[in-house]
């Protein structure tokens, strides 16, 4: 079965950086498109940033520029590397790969908050 396991988040101040990793077990991770969400306290789960089994990235207008999403498949892990950050960036952060279309696996999220 798949499973996925993040780590990296914590406490930092704003204009800190971070880095995420997701390790994917129990499936051949190069073939799938992963992705990274993020949900704040009274909001929806919302994308952060995507990676297409091809490498192609997407990214939300609001980590535009700041943050930077890539995989290796040798390692079954994808990253996050997340800088300038912001108070707004508050949140869980998950890692989801998408077996099918509207068939996911998420993680289990690590919780980021940018606080002075």
């Known amino acids: 079965q798949v499973q996925l396991v993040e780590s990296g988040g914590g406490l930092v101040q704003p204009g800190g950086s971070l880095r995420l990793s997701c390790v994917v077990s129990?499936?051949?991770?190069?073939?799938?498109?992963m992705g990274w969400y993020r949900q704040a306290p009274g909001k929806q789960r919302e994308l952060v940033a995507e990676i297409t089994s091809g490498g192609t990235t997407t990214y939300a207008d609001s980590v535009k520029g700041r943050f930077t999403i890539s995989r290796d498949n040798a390692k079954n892990a994808l990253y996050l590397q997340m800088n300038s950050l912001k108070p707004e960036d508050t949140a869980v952060y998950y890692c989801k790969i998408s077996i099918l279309r509207d068939l996911n696996i998420w993680g289990q999220g690590t919780q980021v908050t940018v606080s002075s």
């Open positions: 129990g499936t051949t991770f190069s073939v799938y498109g």
